[in-house]
C-alpha cells in the first residue's frame, strides 16, 4: 500500500520567513505532484515532478524531487500572507492506474 | 483554458435520501476519476474509469455508492441512500490518458447530509 507522509500538517509563520514543507512516499515512483487548496476550493495544480532531480520554481515556491530518498520538498521563500493555503502532495504509481495517492495536507498561514 | 464542470456546486440533503453528482471531463480526456474528500484531510480516490469502463472502485462504498460513465463522456456519482458521514467535497479529475502528467479538477461538488 502506498503511504504519501507530508509534514508538517501545520505550519504558522510569519511573513518575509523561509520554510520548507516535506513529502515522504513509501513506494518507488517517478512522478510527484504538489497542489494547493483554497478553503472550500478544488486544487489547483502548482508542480509536476517528473524525474529524479527535478526542481522547478513559481514565484516564492520551489519544488524538488528525490526519487532515491522517495522525498520531495516545497520551499518557501520569504513567505506573504497570499500563500496561506493547504498544501497537498501527491504520487501516482502505474500498479494502482496512476491515480493519485495524497497526502494529507500542510494548513499554511502567514500572519504579519 | 479548458475545464472540467461539475455540477451542483452544493448540496444539501436529509439523511437516507438520494443524492447524484455530474461530472463532465474535458473533451478528449480518456480517464476520469471521483475523488472524496472530508473536511481536513486529502482527497481519497473513489473511482477511476477508463473510457467506459471502471478501471478501480476498490474503495467505493458499494452497498450506497454507484458511478456510472455509459459512453465514455461524462459521468454521474450517486449516493442512496446519504449517511451523515457522507458530508465532504467530492472532487471528479480527468487526464488524456494514464501515460499523461497532468491531472485537472473540477470545482467540486460540497455535500452537507443533515
Known amino acids: 500500500e502506498l503511504k504519501v507522509e507530508q509534514n508538517p500538517l501545520f505550519l504558522s509563520m510569519q511573513e518575509g520567513k523561509n ?64 500563500l496561506s493555503a493547504t498544501y497537498f502532495c501527491a504520487v501516482d504509481l502505474s500498479n494502482s492506474g496512476y491515480a493519485l495517492n495524497f497526502g494529507k495536507g500542510t494548513s499554511l498561514l502567514v500572519t504579519p | ?33 471521483w475523488y472524496r474528500q472530508i473536511l481536513g484531510q486529502g482527497p481519497e480516490l473513489l473511482v477511476q474509469f477508463q473510457d467506459e469502463s471502471v478501471v478501480d472502485d476498490s474503495q467505493l462504498p458499494k452497498d450506497r455508492f454507484s458511478a456510472e460513465r455509459l459512453k465514455g463522456v461524462d459521468s454521474t456519482l450517486k449516493i442512496q441512500p446519504a449517511e451523515l458521514g457522507d458530508s465532504a467535497m467530492y472532487l471528479c479529475a480527468s487526464r488524456r490518458n494514464v501515460a499523461a502528467g497532468g491531472y485537472t479538477f473540477g470545482s467540486g461538488t460540497r455535500l452537507t447530509v443533515v
Not at chain 1, 509536476?48 to 520551499?75: P, Y
Not at chain 2, 464542470?5 to 474535458?26: G, H, L, M, N
Request: hydrophobic letters at 35%; charged letters at 20%; a neutral charge.
Open chain 2, 1 to 33: 483554458e479548458a475545464e472540467v464542470a461539475q455540477s451542483p456546486r452544493y448540496k444539501i440533503t436529509e439523511k437516507s435520501q438520494a443524492v447524484a453528482f455530474w461530472c463532465d471531463p474535458i473533451s478528449g480526456h480518456a480517464t476520469l476519476y
Open chain 1, 19 to 82: 520554510y520548507t514543507i516535506y513529502c515522504n512516499y513509501s513506494t518507488t515512483s517517478d512522478r510527484l505532484y504538489w497542489y494547493r487548496q483554497d478553503p472550500g476550493k478544488s486544487l489547483e495544480s502548482l508542480f509536476v515532478l517528473l524525474s529524479n532531480g527535478a526542481v522547478k520554481q513559481e514565484g516564492r515556491l520551489m519544488a524538488s524531487l528525490d526519487t532515491k530518498a522517495r522525498l520531495s520538498t516545497l520551499h518557501i521563500t520569504a513567505a506573504v500572507h497570499d
